[in-house]
């Protein structure tokens, strides 16, 4: 016997034969009669004439060889006709090698990575070119493009002469020519429109007719008509198929080497199909068919006709020595792309078109047993990798149809496949991660033309919203709907039924292909499926988390969310499968992950930051901590050699992140398999026209060390797998270097539980490292994926407001002029079929996304995180060890779920919503100043989260239901001084909790700024949310208020940090405000043609907002705690009064001074300053000097007054401009005529903005700023308290002035040149008032004029003349 892969096939096959067929149902070989009618019946002759006398003679196993071999050589072509058929050879009309792939060596321009098939090329600079190594001259040719992006690329014909750039392509050139589907135009030079766009899914046919001189362009089998007529022909011209594309942008070429999807008659491919052996396959497959369809009964000696589907391979050697014979010649075969696209895999699709579950058809798992049995293992292994490439070619590149047939077509044969075990793991083994984005599987994609995808047919009536609130936001169900509107909406809703049900089927079948992937209970030995699959799951989530710099290694984020869903679904059916088996583990529903995982080092969690810093500064900062907590023994003498490794790791960081070089060197930098174009191999090779010497790394990095790949031993990794704790006292010891691959795996996964874990089983142990992995993929990318998809939503509620705005225009517009009605009803139409596509791709999009089980899904994951970090937390210093991606995920689906999900679903719909509110609340209140977190970006996410967390009122009382003790801490931390830490966004909780109280502070928006909409679509999540908050209605929390009045008053050193801080942070913002808006008013009034950078603008305006909110914390602590100021006895309480009463008046007085600088400014209305107006500041202003001049009792009352009359800066008509008693503004006094461009620097494109000139003439028609102007905002109460101020201010300072004795300036304060001098330092003995010297010490020690360390103050008093 020869070894493997030596010898004839047949006698290989014989050999394994014999080991199979030792079965105790087999039989002997049967009759000579009966064999022979039994083998004339599966091959029969297609010859007429003489040979039929052949039938009548016997055919034996020994014949038949020769009798196949004499079978499959009739109708084959002739000696030379083969040779003209020869792939080598060429053919009329076409010059060049076959196979035809892109030319790698000298046909491109720019950056390119191109795959191993040299089909599927990927952009990777501006805008790359490359043509096919093949052309033609005469004929008509076709081949096809794959589109996986939708992006800018030009695709179509060039000849060799056509010189390519970064900046010319495809088409830019006299003799190229071009069709793209992203602009929807032809290019020849010039360009002009054509055709329909083009998305990811799509397939372009490029057709050439060199006899007629025409290019035409179909997309997805349609006719986009002639592009290009009288193409330049003649000697010397041949055409190429090229492209031209963009950065990032993808496709994959079919120039024939596989079946064409849809081939036009009359057009050759460009590369020879296999004849030969196509019509060879076909012949063995129906001799195939021919055994499952017929029986022996040797009992009665005759042939049984029976139907192929209820065949089983039973080991009747009769049969299995024909099927070897077929066999011989049909494996080598199956190892062609085209033979199996064609052939085998149209065959498999066939024996599932009777419908029924895929368990009911049996006889593809027979054939996959056929294929084990009688093929070699290489065969079977390209067969199916073939296979597997071609049904994932044919579900993301089949059209969308309103039932969704083509994919579940080729889903359920995926699925049929997937359930053959041996089949099953060879592919997860090898396949369906290492060579295909099989997460395309998962993926179900959005139809850009509706009408092709029969969404029209499927939601015949479309809705929109009509009715809007005053602040422009959609009413849900409005009370005046009319019922014309009522039965639109019910009959749209149906048809989204109609849609998310077909869509769910598609669902539930990529939700199957995930169980069979996740199966721990395989009856063969080696490891189970689900261990393979984490294997190569945690590996894609490495490849996504460390090329997260570059976009183009990276999983496409609309795969990972459909992704997300499906495997959320299987894990937790899985999970619950378990909690069958073990009744005492816990359900799905209250799945969380232990914290032992986050340090005992059985999960890789690559380079994402832990929350207290790096990995291995932990281990040596927290060794004894792990010891004592968790049993774990840290070896200390790698603790040297692993600071070290930290060292060598940031080199090869630097390397890594470097451009893809090596691979253009022939390098080993390992390429992950998302850098591959749709479907195919990796792409390894990277082409550059480019110098890459730069590009190589310091040092060679040995193949993918990065990538761990953990393995069991076999006898570990079976079903038996649960999740019970360790409960061995002994230590275990845990190493600080990489772990070798295979050295370990989840058996110890649970290892070094703390004691605050409870000591029970939770699930599976790899189901839990698959959640974990679940987690990390929301924060990757779906998460910004859910927020980008929103756009459409937002684009209908656009389109809605501006079709009823037309509407409004129309019923006004008068009946003289039909020219604009004309217009308004143009724009009333466009608008219209605008919303009706829109409105069913947003049903589709809903079903698909923002479903109410997805919206579960999201929640659950929210849940998981929130139970995650419970467990994490209650083990003390070891919670730093836990991945920062827990908070931000925790973070990131509530935002999910309050603004990408909502209003469609409501989220207090979701189960015990209340409770996970409440949970959250507590974990966001107790680590936004946790000490265990030391990373900034998470500390401010964790702060941003909380800001938005208390502008909605269901969120806020859910922070108000959190324990008492944990409510106190929360605002303990947000109390703290104001410097050496991030203090804007806690100041903003504050004026959160306060808004809604404070003296004309009721209002969602400012006055001026109710008819523009907020810029917010392109923040961030976090941001995003919170600027959205910012406008919601104001919802105070009289509960926290008195906290923080508590605590203000019982610390009295605490209340005097915080509010010096505050009095800083005030006296600083507002400074910088008032210079920026000088040089902003110097840059109006120069003559010439100037910029001003739009970020100096936003840092202007953001400066003024913090001013307010400064303001605003001050109004709120003296009203809720004005003993703190007006108390005498508590240390700094004069000090703090006088230092508000003058930073107080110099925000009036710069505020309110006639012809002011912030007068002019704010005339100028410039974009970026539209929050800077009169009235926030003003109002805060006056909330405090109401509550400290009206509301206070009578001492209270003398002291502020006193002391904000003995200010120096204090000016009684700025208190009287409050009520439009100042005298009138007349506006800027500059005649200047310049006027200031604001836009980015160096930009010539601007906003046209008045110029000074003008602002003048405009300022003096303004109305003067009283606060009797805004009567919606201020009540008739606060007036009144404000024309009781203006009274008492006004009779105090007349009797101030009265009493007021000269000073002589040699007494006054050199400080301040304000007060009398009144305190000398010791011991220099240098001299200044109380207040300022006061003011001084709270930040320095030293003295104002010596420098020397002052020891003491006493008061002073001058001494009697003499």
Not at 202 to 225: K, P, R
Not at 266 to 281: C, E, F, H, I, S
Request: include cysteine; proline fraction near 5%; aromatic fraction near 8%.
């Amino acid at each position: 016997m020869s070894s493997k892969g030596g010898g004839t096939a047949l006698t290989r096959r014989n050999y394994r034969l014999a080991s199979d067929t030792d079965k105790p149902k087999a039989t002997g070989i049967v009759n000579e009669k009966l064999l022979s009618d039994y083998l004339h019946h599966v091959f029969p002759s297609t010859k007429q004439g003489p040979a039929l006398a052949s039938l009548s003679k016997p055919l034996g196993f020994q014949d038949l060889g020769a009798h196949l071999e004499g079978l499959l050589s009739e109708g084959e072509p002739t000696e030379d006709s083969r040779v003209c058929e020869s792939a080598d050879q060429p053919v009329e009309g076409r010059l060049g090698p076959q196979p035809v792939v892109l030319d790698h060596t000298s046909g491109f321009e720019g950056l390119l990575f191109v795959d191993d098939d040299l089909l599927g090329v990927i952009g990777h600079s501006n805008f790359s070119s490359i043509r096919a190594t093949t052309c033609v001259y005469k004929g008509k040719w076709a081949y096809e493009v794959l589109i996986s992006s939708q992006g800018l690329m030009q695709i179509g014909w060039c000849t060799l002469n056509c010189r390519f750039n970064q900046e010319e392509g495809v088409g830019d050139t006299p003799d190229s020519y071009a069709y793209d589907g992203n602009r929807v135009r032809k290019w020849n030079v010039t360009t002009t429109n054509y055709g329909k766009s083009w998305a990811a899914g799509d397939i372009v046919s490029c057709l050439i007719d060199l006899d007629e001189g025409t290019i035409t362009f179909c997309l997805n089998g349609q006719s986009l008509g002639t592009a290009f007529t009288n193409i330049k022909m003649g000697p010397g011209v041949a055409y190429f198929p090229a492209i031209s594309l963009s950065f990032k942008e993808s496709v994959a070429f079919n120039f024939g080497s596989r079946p064409l999807r849809y081939p036009v008659d009359g057009y050759l491919p460009l590369q020879n199909p296999p004849t030969t052996d196509l019509m060879k396959a076909h012949k063995l497959l129906g001799y195939i068919k021919n055994v499952l369809s017929t029986s022996i009964d040797a009992q009665e000696e005759r042939l049984v006709e029976q139907d192929c589907s209820v065949w089983r391979l039973h080991g009747e050697p009769t049969v299995l020595v024909t099927l070897a014979h077929i066999f011989n010649h049909f494996a080598p075969l199956m190892c062609k792309v085209y033979l199996v696209e064609d052939v085998l895999m149209n065959f498999l699709l066939g024996i599932l078109e009777g419908g029924g579950s895929v368990d009911e058809h049996q006889l593809i798992q027979q054939l996959l047993d056929l294929f084990w049995v009688l093929m070699e293992d290489y065969e079977v292994n390209e067969c199916l990798k073939q296979l597997m490439m071609s049904l994932l070619r044919a579900y993301r590149f089949s059209p969308i149809i309103p039932d969704l047939g083509f994919q579940i077509h080729y889903l359920r044969l995926t699925t049929a496949i997937l359930h053959h075990e041996k089949s099953r793991k060879y592919l997860l083994n090898n396949v369906l991660f290492d060579v295909l984005r099989s997460v395309v599987f998962f993926y179900i994609k959005t139809p850009l033309r509706v009408k092709e995808a029969g969404l029209e047919e499927l939601i015949p009536t479309t809705w929109w919203p009509t009715h809007f609130d005053k602040e422009g936001k959609d009413e849900r169900e409005p009370e005046d709907e009319s019922a014309d509107e009522r039965l639109r909406r019910r009959a749209y809703e149906r048809g989204c039924q109609r849609l998310k049900k077909r869509i769910e089927v598609v669902e539930e079948l990529q939700v199957q292909i995930l169980k069979l992937l996740l199966n721990n209970k395989d009856k063969t030995t080696g490891e189970a499926s689900r261990y393979i699959f984490l294997n190569k799951f945690r590996k894609f989530l490495q490849e996504n988390a460390s090329n997260r710099g570059h976009p183009t290694a990276l999983c496409p984020p609309e795969y990972m969310v459909c992704f997300l869903h499906r495997l959320i679904t299987a894990v937790r059916a899985s999970w619950d499968d378990g909690r069958r088996k073990s009744p005492s583990s816990i359900g799905s529903e209250e799945a969380y992950v232990p914290p032992q995982l986050f340090y005992n080092g059985k999960v890789d969690y690559f380079d994402l930051q832990r929350l207290g810093g790096l990995l291995s500064h932990l281990k040596k900062t927290l060794k004894d901590d792990l010891a004592s907590k968790a049993n774990i023994i840290i070896d200390p003498a790698e603790i040297q050699a692993t600071a070290m490794d930290d060292l060598d790791e940031d080199e090869e960081s630097g390397a890594a992140q470097r451009p893809f070089g090596a691979a253009a060197m022939g390098g080993a930098l390992a390429r992950p398999s998302w850098l591959s174009s749709p479907t195919l191999g990796r792409a390894n090779r990277f082409l550059s026209t480019a110098a890459v010497s730069l590009m190589t790394p310091r040092r060679p990095l040995t193949q993918p060390e990065k990538v761990k790949v953990r393995t069991l031993a076999v006898e570990q990794r079976t079903e038996e797998d649960n999740g019970y704790k360790n409960k061995s006292p002994r230590p275990f010891f845990l190493s600080l270097q990489p772990e070798v691959e295979g050295s370990y795996g989840n058996d110890g996964l649970l290892l070094g539980r703390p004691l605050e874990e409870p000591n029970q089983p939770i699930a599976d142990k790899s189901l839990l490292e698959i959640v974990d992995g679940i987690v990390m993929m929301y924060n990757l990318s779906v998460h910004q994926q859910l927020g980008k998809m929103v756009v459409v939503s937002d684009d209908v509620h656009e389109y809605a407001v501006a079709l009823k705005d037309t509407e409004e225009k129309i019923a006004r517009c008068p009946a003289r002029r039909p020219d604009i009605l004309d217009e308004l009803q143009k724009s009333q139409k466009v608008f219209a079929e605008k919303l009706n596509h829109l409105c069913r791709r947003l049903a589709w999009i809903n079903a698909t996304i923002y479903s109410k089980e997805k919206m579960l899904d999201v929640y659950w994951l929210l849940c998981v995180c929130i139970r995650t970090i419970e467990h994490a937390d209650n083990t003390g210093s070891l919670f730093a060890f836990a991945p920062e991606f827990y908070l931000s995920v925790a973070m990131n689906a509530y935002s999910a779920l309050k603004n990408y999900f909502s209003p469609a679903n409501s989220m207090e719909e979701l189960p015990s919503y209340e409770e996970t509110l409440t949970q959250l609340a507590a974990i966001l209140a107790k680590h936004f100043a946790d000490p265990r977190i030391v990373g900034t970006d998470i500390k401010d996410s964790l702060m941003q989260a909380l800001a938005s967390y208390v502008c909605y009122p269901q969120s806020l009382r859910a922070v108000e239901r959190i324990p008492e003790e944990q409510r106190v801490a929360m605002m303990r931390n947000l109390l703290a001084p104001y410097e050496q830490r991030p203090w804007a966004q806690t100041n903003w909780i504050l004026v959160r909790l306060w808004r809604g109280c404070g003296f004309g502070y009721r209002y969602t928006r400012l006055p001026h700024l109710l008819k523009t909409k907020p810029e917010d679509a392109n923040l961030p999540s976090l941001q995003r949310d919170l600027s959205i908050a910012s406008f919601q209605k104001p919802c105070p929390s009289l509960l926290l208020q008195r906290h923080m009045a508590e605590l203000l008053s019982v610390d009295k050193e605490m209340a005097a940090s915080f509010l010096n801080s505050v009095l800083n942070q005030l006296n600083w913002a507002f400074s910088e405000f008032i210079g920026m808006i000088q040089e902003i008013q110097q840059a109006a009034e120069r003559p010439e043609r100037n910029f001003v950078d739009t970020r100096q603008l936003k840092v202007c305006a953001t400066c003024f907002d913090l001013s307010v909110s400064l303001l605003r914390v001050l109004e709120m602590t003296v009203t809720l705690v004005p003993e703190i100021f007006l108390d005498w006895s508590r240390p700094s309480a004069e000090l703090l009064l006088r230092r508000l009463a003058q930073l107080l008046n110099q925000v009036l007085n710069r505020v309110t001074a006639e012809k002011n600088l912030f007068d002019r400014v704010v005339n100028l209305r410039l974009p970026g300053l539209e929050s800077v107006d009169h009235y926030p500041i003003l109002v805060a202003v006056t909330g405090i000097l109401v509550r400290i001049l009206v509301d206070g009792d009578r001492q209270g009352i003398s002291r502020a007054s006193s002391v904000l009359l003995s200010d120096p800066c204090f000016q009684l008509h700025s208190i009287q401009h409050l009520l439009g008693e100042g005298g009138d503004s007349s506006g800027s006094s500059s005649s200047s005529t310049a006027r200031p461009v604001v836009g980015p620097l160096g930009s010539s494109v601007a906003p046209v903005i008045p110029s000074a000139a003008a602002t003048t003439a405009g300022s003096s028609e303004r109305k003067h700023f009283s606060l009797h102007a805004y009567t919606d905002y201020i009540s008739e109460e606060e007036k009144q308290k404000v024309e009781l101020m203006l009274t008492f201010l006004t009779e105090e300072s007349k009797q101030a002035a009265a009493s007021t004795a000269p000073t002589s300036e040699e007494d006054l304060c050199p400080i301040c040149y304000a007060h009398s001098i009144s305190a000398v330092f010791k011991p220099c003995s240098h001299k200044s008032c109380k207040a300022c010297i006061n003011q001084h010490l709270m930040n320095n020690k030293d003295c104002f004029f010596c420098k020397a360390t002052i020891t003491g103050v006493e008061d002073y008093s001058k001494p009697a003349a003499s």
